[in-house]
């Protein structure tokens, strides 16, 4: 069953912030989301921990970014 007596325009009025409120979310949360990701990229993310495993090119002298200790 539908409603008998429907008014679109009025409607449209009373649901005005909701019908705003949800296509501004959505842009908002684009924007973070791409923030997000500038922000990772422009100071990047550590791929080298320090796990205190000697590789074997380090054991053999070679460099690999950091100083091998004897």
Excluded: C, Y
Aim: hydrophobic share 40%; charged share 15%.
């Amino acid at each position: 069953m539908s409603a008998p007596d429907t008014n679109v325009e009025k409607q449209t009025k009373r649901h005005k912030g909701p019908l705003t409120g949800m296509p501004a979310a959505i842009v908002l949360a684009v924007v973070a989301i791409v923030g997000a990701i500038a922000w990772i990229n422009f100071t990047g993310i550590e791929d080298e921990v320090d796990t205190g495993v000697t590789t074997s090119t380090e054991a053999q002298g070679g460099t690999s970014g950091a100083t091998a200790t004897e």
